[in-house]
């Protein structure tokens, strides 16, 4: 009988325990949790900077922002997300992006080189996490959405308050929240 009851106890125990996990991981993200995104995609943008200064290249990459705009596209159609509502908050992330860059830039001109410290690699390790990142961010908009979510002008403060990025005033990142109120699902 001992046994019995301690296997059961055990039992009820791990179902509460996967449980609790399981829900944590299909709970929808916070309005703050998808500002934290994008706030950690943006904070790549000095490492970008760095390794555009040292290796010579333009900020602006035409060809690199269409890449960018079709993965959003198909991702979000994937998703559920309207395609064009998403292009458009990509498109206000890589002006907030390059906005950044340029004034990393511009402070850097001062210097005889760019700061000293090694460029991370822009191709091996940089994109594949602003990919990654990007792609976080289209499913917390997916989730946050699906589940009777709204982005108001209320949370503009919220939204200044959780992206935190040197060289990115205020109104830049108005642009960039206005952008986000304006995703919706796609029409079923």
């Not at 390059?98 to 000293?116: G, N, T």
Request: glycine residues 6%; aromatic residues 8%; contains cysteine.
């Amino acid at each position: 009988m001992g046994l019995a009851r301690q296997n059961a106890h055990r039992q009820s125990l791990l179902a509460l325990v996967l449980l609790s996990v399981s829900g944590a991981c299909f709970a929808a993200p916070s309005a703050t949790d998808i500002f934290r995104l994008v706030n950690e995609r943006l904070a790549f943008m000095k490492d970008v900077a760095m390794y555009k200064a040292k290796n010579g290249e333009p900020v602006e990459d035409k060809v690199r922002e269409g890449v960018v705009f079709e993965k959003a596209k198909q991702k979000a159609l994937k998703a559920g997300l309207d395609p064009a509502s998403t292009e458009a908050f990509f498109r206000a992330q890589i002006a907030a992006a390059k906005a950044i860059q340029y004034r990393y830039l511009a402070d850097w001109s001062f210097l005889p080189e760019p700061p000293d410290s090694p460029p991370r690699d822009l191709i091996g390790e940089v994109r594949p996490e602003l990919l990654r990142l990007g792609g976080e961010i289209i499913e917390a908009l997916q989730r946050y959405l699906a589940n009777g979510g709204r982005f108001t002008p209320g949370q503009l403060a919220e939204f200044l308050a959780a992206v935190k990025i040197a060289n990115l005033n205020d109104q830049e990142k108005g642009k960039l929240f206005q952008s986000i109120t304006e995703i919706k699902l796609s029409a079923p």
